[in-house]
């Protein structure tokens, strides 16, 4: 039975205080006033050469500066200034807005993160059930211990994306905004799908079917370690769920993906974009398994997993950045080579605002891994895997940072306060939620019918 040790709960706790602090100071910062923001384009302006700080104290005294003459020219002046006034206020209004915006986004990408690592490793569970598989029965109460953090993280995720679009109206979605909507007609014939009830139902029963299975899965888990010997009844009974979740989540998962961050973009989709979230997920999930088996494993336990085990989820880390890979360039190529307006502007606002995050996302989740992983002797290698695994997972926080903020903060992103405290926040969470869901059960799943084939797993 592993005991979850004083210090690393204190880690977890301390994490949890100060990303709660963090994210706390990001949403008291956030809101500006106008002429704050003003001020800041101003600045802004003047770093950048000057012309649109000039065209700023233009639009702020021209109205002014007009309407001292009666003449015709100067009526048609004032007419310019006006709408140069009210463009202005409409630019700086939308600034204002996207800056207050960046804590809920930065919240929202850090929670969704940490849930979709949960997820992914649910997923796999499920997968290894279903095949029967035989290396893998020495890592269930790892996997297990890690789905634990799906329910309470899917939880936080679908309340921060309605809050976001009922509390004080700064919405990641701008579908939830009825303002925008009014004046969008390609939004408004969405609206049968897109709307906040239709929203919080939908993920209810994607969180409910999800921790369903969970919940079962791990009842029949532990009832099989105290069945008798020749009793492999409930394993037969986490086969059959299995399969069926399966199927479940394949379909759910795809909605939760359009859902949860493709409608932060509601002009634009992409039918390829349900699986190029699972590949984040799905090898998010299994680099955590991984990390997380290394950890234990170091501390003395799991003296049953040896380094064919690690190989195996080296070389899942390996195949699933890979296919992660063929399924952007799959995405990114189509919607480029077609080059349709409406589908490429997603690409355009990654490439003019978000060109590092979005170039350096490819370099981490597939260039890196390649080089790394590629060699089979180091995936045998611990501290191969864990700077392997690291690195993937900042590669997917960022892929997934780069699916959100585009459309919720445009180029007004930054890696700051919010962004590294709501990751603190979540990763302290996750971790005390993952280390004591080991403390309940053993951590050798003894009564699997594969279990001795999976602690004699060498090749």
């Known amino acids: 039975m592993y ?91 939308h600034v204002q807005h996207q800056i207050a915006n960046r804590p809920w986004s930065a919240l929202y990408v850090a929670a969704f993160f940490f849930f979709m690592i949960a997820l992914g490793v649910l997923a796999f569970y499920a997968i290894q059930y ?142 390829l974009f349900g699986w190029y979230v699972f590949a984040s997920m799905f090898v998010s999930g299994i680099t955590v398994i991984a990390l997380t088996t290394i950890y234990l494993k170091s501390r003395g336990y799991l003296e049953f997993v040896n380094d064919s085990h690690i190989h195996d989820l080296g070389k899942f880390m390996f195949a699933i950045s890979i296919f992660w890979t063929y399924l952007w360039f799959s995405q990114f190529m189509l919607i480029w080579y077609s080059n349709i307006p409406e589908e490429v502007t997603y690409f355009v606002t990654r490439f003019n605002d978000y060109q590092l995050p979005f170039l350096g996302m490819v370099a981490l989740n597939f260039i890196f891994p390649l080089l790394v992983l590629m060699n089979s002797d180091y995936k045998r290698v611990p501290w191969f895997i864990v700077m392997a695994g690291i690195v993937i997972l900042f590669g997917h926080y960022i892929d997934i940072f780069n699916m959100i903020m585009p459309a919720t903060v445009g180029d007004r992103w930054f890696i700051g306060i919010p962004e590294i405290s709501s990751i603190l926040l979540f990763a302290g969470l996750f971790i005390f939620i993952v280390f004591t869901a080991l403390t309940k059960a053993p951590l050798l799943a003894k009564g699997n019918p594969f279990i001795k084939e999976s602690e004699h797993f060498h090749y």
């Open 3 to 93: 005991t979850f040790s004083n210090k690393l709960k204190t880690l977890s706790i301390a994490l949890m205080i100060i990303g709660a602090i963090g994210v706390i100071y990001g949403f008291m910062t956030s809101h500006k006033s106008f002429e704050d923001v003003e001020t800041i384009l101003a600045a802004e302006a003047s770093h950048h050469g000057g012309g649109h700080g000039e065209d700023t104290a233009h639009a702020s005294t021209s109205h002014e500066e007009h309407a001292v003459t009666n003449s015709h020219e100067a009526n048609n002046h004032n007419d310019s200034a006006e709408t140069h006034v009210d463009e202005h206020k409409k630019h700086v209004e």
């Open 130 to 271: 279903a095949a029967q598989a035989g290396w893998s029965p020495v890592l269930f109460r790892v996997m297990e211990a890690i789905t634990a953090y799906m329910l309470p993280g899917a939880i936080i995720v679908l309340a921060i994306a309605v809050a976001s679009g009922t509390i004080g109206h700064y919405n990641i979605f701008i579908w939830m905004d009825p303002d925008v909507v009014a004046h969008d007609k390609l939004i408004q014939g969405k609206s049968g799908w897109l709307n906040i009830t239709g929203f919080a139902i939908r993920g209810l029963i994607f969180i409910t079917g999800w921790a369903l299975y969970r919940h079962f899965s791990r009842k029949f888990s532990i009832a099989q370690d105290n069945a008798d010997v020749n009793d492999n009844s409930n394993f037969k009974k986490n086969f059959r769920i299995s399969a069926a979740f399966l199927v479940f989540y394949i379909y759910t998962e795809s909605m939760m993906s359009w859902d949860w961050i493709m409608s932060v973009d509601p002009h634009w989709f992409s039918t």
